[in-house]
């Protein structure tokens, strides 16, 4: 008898451990309905301290969802030509899982390959599977309208940071240190800050007895380094990006604009003083930030950027980090704007399931993406394991927002230490809206290392508000591939111009009153009117599709 009941018990045991197998940590069951891996096959981009195939948050995910990743892995150097190549070739991966700020789908790409069937559509799987991802597009529309082609199908998913700084990139760091010397204050508009720059390069401000100051520097690289859009939005808006204003509805150029003209004399009139380094036309960040950080004598006065360590070192030892401070909006003749770059997202896509992948593979994909729509989920993904990379606050610490309490707080590297290789860093970002990123732990003092990002918000703080009421957005509108071609050739076009021409005239290369007229009418060669047609037509759709979803 008791052999009986032991066997019995042996039985009982078994069947129900087999069952808790099935079951992962989050409740999650298998969609195969057993304990065999599910062996899914993923394209994706891995930067040089990462190694996807050991790393903690594939291997969570592949223990909590029961699958075993298949990696086509690129480097960051030609990731997207790999990427192109990898669809031309017909034999691509099952989804592909992107680097935003190193390569994406565009928006054109998700409609052609989403219309071809290349890339299905998200959205029922996103109703059966992925109730955080739901929940998040009904609150925020927003989100929403970057995810959804005009169709109504989610072919695709963005990368979605509400990054407070990010979203006004192009601030002026303003040397305060040299402001306290010469007995200044802080510049608001146009012409004060003229004024301060002639004394940065008159008055010897860093003492040192020779004419070396640089009163205003930049780059001409991306991250708000450019210097022309910080001036010009005194004169009129110029967005860094397209030249498109909006008024009332209506869609326009700024670049052919009495104001712009306006804004292009006052420019070279700072240049005709040597007030702008012309290496900020031509030089790209290492050469900006040698500037910022000239060995010796400290000779930079402002510099564009959407943070100051781009051009000077603001890690514990730095000498001059601390010294430089935000300038507000300056007020000029017909405007006092900030640059307003959407959130700190791309439009297209850095996720998307193509037509390779069986059901039960996309169930899997979307319930991995759904699971870091969650902030414990995005942390992992983003920045590593808890207690490794990050861990919980403890009392007295502050979070981003001191009106948010605290969630997390990062694990610093030790000096010399090696990556923990638990995240996916870039490739892991999917879902930080405002709440999430306030919740970090920042430190208290700005300029420490450990308060840098705190820094940044409150910099921001300035900026906040000051752009136009009424924004072209570029990041949320859809066009059909054909239209997408078209405007992306005259967007190169005319951009290339634009740029090409602000130049010319600022340093006198051309002359705004006798080629000014010629400019003009090259830009109607362009076809500046045709792209501005397009635009129009793809904000007056996207309105509508807004309107309808």
Not at 236 to 249: E, R, V
Not at 336 to 360: C, L, M, Q, W, Y
Not at 415 to 441: C, I, L, Q, T
Not at 471 to 481: H, N, Q, R, T
Request: proline residues 5%; glycine residues 8%; contains cysteine.
């Amino acid at each position: 008898m008791n052999k009986k009941i032991g066997l019995i018990l042996t039985v009982l045991i078994h069947f129900l451990l087999s069952a808790c197998r099935a079951e992962s940590d989050s409740g999650e069951i298998n969609a195969q309905g057993s304990n065999d891996a599910l062996k899914i096959r993923v394209f994706a981009q891995q930067e040089s301290t990462q190694d996807l195939i050991t790393n903690d948050f594939t291997k969570e995910l592949e223990e909590r969802f029961n699958v075993k990743f298949d990696w086509n892995i690129v480097p960051y150097v030609g990731a997207k030509e790999k990427r192109q190549i990898s669809l031309a070739s017909g034999k691509y991966e099952d989804a592909y899982i992107l680097t935003t700020y190193i390569d994406q789908f565009s928006q054109a790409d998700v409609l052609r390959y989403g219309k071809q069937g290349v890339f299905i559509a998200l959205n029922d799987l996103i109703d059966a599977y992925a109730p955080h991802i739901k929940a998040a597009m009904v609150k925020d529309p927003t989100l929403k309208a970057f995810n959804t082609a005009p169709d109504g199908h989610i072919y695709g998913l963005v990368s979605y940071s509400q990054c407070f700084h990010c979203s006004y990139p192009n601030k002026m760091w303003l040397n305060t240190k040299w402001l306290k010397q010469l007995n200044l204050d802080m510049p608001t508009t146009t012409e004060e800050f003229k004024k301060v720059l002639q004394a940065f390069k008159t008055r010897d401000p860093n003492g040192n007895g020779k004419a070396d100051e640089i009163p205003l520097s930049g780059s001409t690289e991306d991250f708000g380094v450019r210097i022309i859009p910080y001036l010009m939005n005194g004169f009129i808006y110029d967005d860094d990006k397209n030249y498109l204003i909006l008024t009332n509805g209506k869609v326009d150029t700024a670049a052919n604009k009495p104001e712009w003209r306006e804004g292009l004399a006052y420019i070279k009139d700072l240049y005709d003083e040597e007030l702008i380094d012309p290496g900020a036309f031509t030089q790209n960040s290492d050469a900006f930030k040698k500037i910022g950080d000239n060995t010796g004598v400290q000779i930079l006065g402002a510099g564009a950027a959407m943070h100051p360590a781009i051009f000077v070192d603001t890690g514990p030892d730095n000498k001059h980090g601390s010294d430089y401070n935000p300038v507000p909006p300056l007020v000029g003749p017909h405007a006092s704007n900030a640059v307003f770059n959407t959130i700190g997202v791309s439009p297209g896509a850095k996720f998307v399931i193509t037509d390779k992948a069986s059901k039960e593979a996309q169930i899997a994909l979307i319930k991995m993406v759904d699971y870091m729509y969650t902030p414990e989920g995005q942390a992992y993904a983003e920045v590593g394991k808890e207690g490794l990379d990050w861990r919980r606050p403890i009392e007295g610490e502050l979070a981003l927002n001191p009106k948010v309490r605290p969630e997390f707080t990062r694990i610093p590297l030790k000096e010399g230490e090696k990556s923990n290789n638990a995240g996916w860093g870039g490739m892991g970002h999917f879902y930080m809206p405002k709440e999430y990123r306030d919740s970090w732990v920042q430190g208290t003092d700005i300029y420490g290392p450990d308060g840098y990002e705190r820094r940044l918000y409150e910099a921001t703080l300035i900026y906040e508000g000051k752009e136009p009421e009424e924004l072209f957005p570029i990041w949320s509108v859809w066009m059909d591939s054909d239209e997408a071609d078209e405007a992306n050739v005259l967007h190169t076009n005319i951009k290339n111009y634009i740029e090409e021409n602000a130049l010319q005239f600022i340093t006198g290369n051309k002359s705004l009153s006798e080629d000014w007229d010629a400019y003009v009418k090259r830009l109607d060669d362009l076809q500046i009117n045709r792209y501005v047609e397009i635009m129009q037509k793809a904000y007056d759709n996207s309105i509508n599709v807004h309107k309808d979803n």
